[in-house]
């Protein structure tokens, strides 16, 4: 019997196609932060927790050779840091398999020739593998130089002078450019702080620049879907990959803009869909992503 834990989910199989001789979904692009892990606090340090289930998807999808890509827009880890934090919750997924927007941000970087470069970002490793590949430059200052590119990462310090400084750079002609653009995060304590998209709110309507011309690199961005689709080295309409995530309009909009399937992940950061999205998801998982095992099952009828 190739589908296995069927039983477990006889009440979600009523949901597939009757009869289906073809599994629903081809291959995916999974979000790591809510769907497979989460964060927890105890005093000053921050856990990772494997979500329930989340392994035991991850060996299927290992085992079936279904696949797979997994996809962050965290900024305040390196992929090495990625790697290793999943290695200590008990995932060992291989760095290739991950793609940052980091990644995709240096890449448009350099294919740009944006080589001086003022960056927003509250992370000293993150900071240092861009003074490894690109000239930083430090705040404004009148007739200093001005960078080819402003870019905006999660920065717990972004204040009114790192705003300023950002806005004067934009208007003197440097490319803004977001690592995201998620409007918010929660933090372990339940407050919500501002993140990427709201600091790019802020420079964009103080240099007076509109929405195109904002360069984003994370998800949502096309390109980003278009990168993760062709990493994924399948020869299948994009409707046939399934995008999962905890974010709406970062993880499953952008999917969906590109053609794709979609899985809502609730999470404490959005606990249920929002009401304002124009579009609801295929699949809303309830408890685990051992749920999605049988859209990529074979069914044997
Ligand atoms: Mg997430």
Redesign the pocket.
């Known amino acids: 019997m190739r589908c296995y834990k069927l039983e477990k989910f006889k009440n979600q199989v009523s949901l597939l196609p009757y009869k289906m001789d073809k599994p629903a979904y081809s291959g995916l692009i999974i979000?790591?932060?809510?769907?497979v892990y989460n964060e927890m606090q105890e005093g000053d340090l921050t856990h990772k927790i494997i979500t329930t289930g989340s392994k035991e998807f991850i060996d299927f999808l290992v085992g079936e050779k279904i696949p797979h890509i997994f996809a962050?827009?965290v900024t305040s880890e390196t992929r090495d840091d990625i790697v290793e934090n999943l290695k200590n919750i008990g995932l060992d997924i291989p760095s290739e398999k991950i793609m940052t927007c980091i990644d995709t941000c240096m890449g448009y970087l350099k294919r740009e020739n944006l080589e001086n470069i003022y960056l927003i970002s509250g992370n000293e490793k993150l900071r240092k593998i861009f003074d490894d590949e690109f000239n930083l430059i430090g705040g404004y200052e009148p007739d200093g130089e001005v960078p080819h590119a402003v870019v905006v990462g999660y920065d717990k310090g972004f204040n009114a002078r790192v705003m300023n400084d950002a806005v004067a750079f934009v208007l003197y002609g440097a490319r803004l450019v977001a690592l995201h653009m998620n409007s918010r995060r929660m933090t372990l304590d339940g407050r919500v702080e501002c993140n990427v998209g709201a600091y790019i709110a802020c420079i964009a309507r103080g240099a007076e620049i509109d929405e195109t011309e904002i360069v984003v690199v994370g998800k949502p961005n096309r390109e980003f879907y278009r990168q993760a689709f062709s990493r994924l080295n399948m020869k299948v309409n994009t409707s046939k990959i399934l995008v999962i995530?905890?974010?709406p309009e970062?993880?499953l909009r952008g999917g969906r803009n590109f053609g794709m399937s979609t899985a809502f992940f609730p999470?404490n950061?959005y606990p249920e869909w929002p009401g304002h999205m124009e579009f609801q998801p295929d699949i809303t998982i309830t408890e685990t992503l051992e749920e999605l095992i049988p859209y990529f099952s074979k069914m044997e009828q």
């Open positions: 979000d790591l932060k809510g769907p962050t827009n995530g905890d974010d970062a993880d999470t950061k």
